[in-house]
């Protein structure tokens, strides 16, 4: 798979597609196509929320390692490196999850329901992370 231009990103293949075919109020979603879009659309503000709460962590990592020694430092490359791992995981699960439903209209509001759930998921850790440093 290839790597994400951005730590917070998913695989471009993976990414649940979007149609601007939704409704202003996904609760009333009615086709497939509308289902999928809200996902989408659901997937993009989990992954803002993401981008911002990282932004935040990977901030802390190098403020704790500018208080450190050079020979110990290393912290914001083990969230770097813990962000990449978390990717994998991520987009991994979420394809194995849509080859429940190949070939069918469902799978991509199943993929994009991962991705929107693993990615609140990995916000809430690192939300946690800030909290307590």
């Excluded at 109020?25 to 009615?30: P, S, V």
């Excluded at 289902?35 to 989990?46: E, G, K, L, S, T």
Aim: include cysteine; hydrophobic fraction near 35%.
């Amino acid at each position: 798979m290839p790597a994400s231009p951005h730590p917070c990103c998913c695989s471009p293949r993976l990414r649940p597609p979007s149609r601007k075919s939704a409704p202003d109020d996904c609760g009333n979603a009615q086709t497939q196509l509308e289902i999928n879009d809200c996902v989408a659309r659901d997937y993009d503000r989990a992954d803002a929320e993401l981008n911002a709460v990282w932004k935040k962590a990977i901030a802390e990592m190098k403020s704790i390692d500018a208080d450190l020694p050079p020979e110990q430092s290393g912290a914001a490359d083990a969230l770097l490196k813990s962000q990449r791992a978390w990717i994998a995981y991520r987009d991994g699960q979420c394809e194995a999850a849509g080859f429940q439903f190949v070939g069918g209209s469902i799978r991509g509001s199943t993929v994009g329901g991962c991705l929107a759930d693993l990615t609140r998921k990995r916000t809430a850790e690192l939300q946690t992370f800030l909290e307590t440093n």
